[in-house]
DNA sequence: TTGAAAGCGCTAACAA
DNA sequence: TTGTTAGCGCTTTCAA
């Protein structure tokens, strides 16, 4: 099986065990081009004896091109990414496009430093989470000369094509439901982080829609670290403690909301009539609640999925579709924590 | 920026640019050998200036060198995983190392396929998810000659590493805790999946430890797809209907031990008194619930730091570790719901 | 401290 | 249908 002196086998030692050119083999391997089905028995037999791995690294020094698509995404703990990646690559197994992933963290130079990594990968497409980089990323970006696609976010100006919901809409979107079911002392809680703009435009898309109906928000808190559920627990515990008159919990994700649900129940709140909740992001996970919690879908696998077949698409035609920016509807789930009361 | 016929940049161009020989150039951009500091500062100005990314594809070649760890695991979106590559990436990032992921769901023949693409890159080492591969995957890994390491696992023979904990023995020891605790009638709840190895090693390693006290389990259930907290509350309901003298459930995972927790809860039953539960993980979700379910910690971002480790070893020492198997001891934590009644 | 030459293992392009 | 030649963009090695 190994031969010799344990070097990586290579298309000459599979050319030499099977008495076919190196061309040949390649060929075979590849399945391009006329080749007779003998030579092409042998070929196969020969590698398969040997345990021959072609070395990508030299096919695509070759020829110039590499099938992997650069997946850059803040994290892999927040489950609407692994969600995202299922959609990506539901779509790329379709073709012999790969995806690699990448994780900044959310910090910006982090983000800039792992994208210098994959591009000098020459990757033949990019699919990046938000539209906030560094100069450096975003020139990085174009200069590339491959396909970028923006994902998860609409509200700015892609660099080259994006794929998202506009998250300052969904923000409004969720206050005036809120607004119309009569509820007006609303509380907001959410993640600390100042660099998650997307969580940030919610915020501020929900407070401009509140202010239009001369409302202000009740109270606000924020929170990083820690496990989410518990953190939304103690959240809801110390706002209703300082503010027991709030009728309404808006949270920025459905994990927080789910800790605020359970000390709702515990202190025995009548939901919603006395107070109503609402998240972000329509978790599977809710469905398992003793209340189904009223949340947002972001359309994360279909984001994934869109985001992917433009890049397959590109690469595949070579031309530039027409429409640089898909803006998903996510629509509201009212579950039984958002109703008039 | 870019230059005219939009050719992605090389060596060349910086050479160029720099009045430098591509091999002073070369030498600048990865630090190494003696370069006068003039001549450093005039290419680094030039490569930034040309926004120049390197090739990796080409010095891979070029060197025989790939900073590239294959990280193969069955899923994202079971938390397990992720915290995993959070223990990978946090040790692979104190060198040049980078970790590429690949799933396979569970499937043996997607393994086997996502390998020999992972391998076909080159990558200096390679962790992989458990001790059970494909005759053909097995040969790769052979044959590939870089330090493999196989994780959350040590109920086998590793092909060359392993890190992990024992899953039977993690079976036997909660059911020893349970029935020191009391419990008497119990029942098991836990995923379908046929090829997940270390479930079904738990399983075995329970029933085995409770045969050896003359104990058999009362009633069992097994479920596939769907939110796991609700398909934990589902079986629950379920299986309490059918035996309303079950005083102890054991889950495979946290998640529908979650569910059956919530199930218990709004039933009215007393949780430890009439009822025990205990899930395996050790999820942080668990914190937030209000009781905390008793649990097995699978050590899963320390297990992803020492697989990292021996890798990172390997290739720096180029020596092979005495020990060859890291088994891991998970502690049982009990929680507010395994206590004597 | 710098440069020139020779390849890494494969594939594009052309020839037979 | 098969083979030959000439690189891909870098780094290793050796010479200056």
């Given at each position: 099986m190994a031969n010799d002196d344990s070097r990586p086998l290579t298309l000459r030692d599979v050319s030499e065990a099977s008495g076919v050119s190196e061309m040949t083999v390649s060929r075979v391997l590849r399945n391009r081009g006329d080749v007779s089905q003998a030579t092409r028995e042998r070929v196969l037999e020969a590698a398969k004896a040997l345990g021959y791995v072609p070395n990508k690294i030299a096919g695509a020094l070759a020829?110039?091109?590499?099938n992997l698509v650069a997946v850059v995404i803040?994290?892999?703990?927040?489950?609407v990414f692994p969600e995202v990646m299922s959609g990506i690559s539901s779509v790329l197994e379709e073709t012999d496009l790969q995806p690699i992933v990448a994780v900044t963290d959310y910090l910006p130079e982090k983000e800039e430093r792992v994208l210098y990594e994959m591009l000098s990968w020459r990757p033949s497409g990019v699919i990046i989470a938000g539209?906030?980089?560094?100069d450096a990323a975003r020139a990085m970006l174009k200069a590339s000369g491959i396909p970028v696609v923006e994902i998860m976010d609409t509200d700015g100006i892609p660099i080259d094509a994006a794929v998202g919901i506009s998250h300052r809409r969904a923000g409004r979107e969720m206050a005036k439901a809120i607004l119309k079911q009569g509820y007006q002392r609303i509380g907001f809680m959410g993640t600390?982080?100042?660099?998650?703009h997307r969580a940030r435009k919610r915020f501020e898309g929900f407070t401009e829609a509140l202010a239009k109906a001369g409302?202000?928000?009740a109270d606000q808190e924020f929170y990083s670290g820690g496990s989410a559920l518990a953190k939304g627990r103690e959240m809801t515990r110390a706002m209703l403690k300082r503010?027991?008159?709030?009728d309404f919990l808006y949270y920025s994700n459905d994990m927080i909301a789910a800790g605020g649900l359970l000390e709702l129940l515990e202190q025995g709140i009548d939901i919603p009539g006395q107070i109503g909740l609402a998240g972000f992001n329509?978790?599977?996970?809710?469905?398992?609640?003793?209340r189904r919690v009223a949340t947002m879908d972001a359309c994360r696998t279909e984001v994934g999925r869109k985001a992917a077949q433009i890049i397959a698409d590109r690469i595949a035609t070579g031309t530039v579709e027409d429409e640089r920016v898909i803006e998903l509807t996510p629509t509201i789930s009212y579950g039984d924590t958002l109703k008039r009361r």
């Open positions: 020829s110039q091109r590499v803040p994290s892999l703990r927040n489950m539209l906030e980089h560094t600390k982080m100042p660099l998650d409302v202000e928000i503010d027991p008159e709030l329509g978790v599977e996970l809710l469905d398992g609640l003793p």
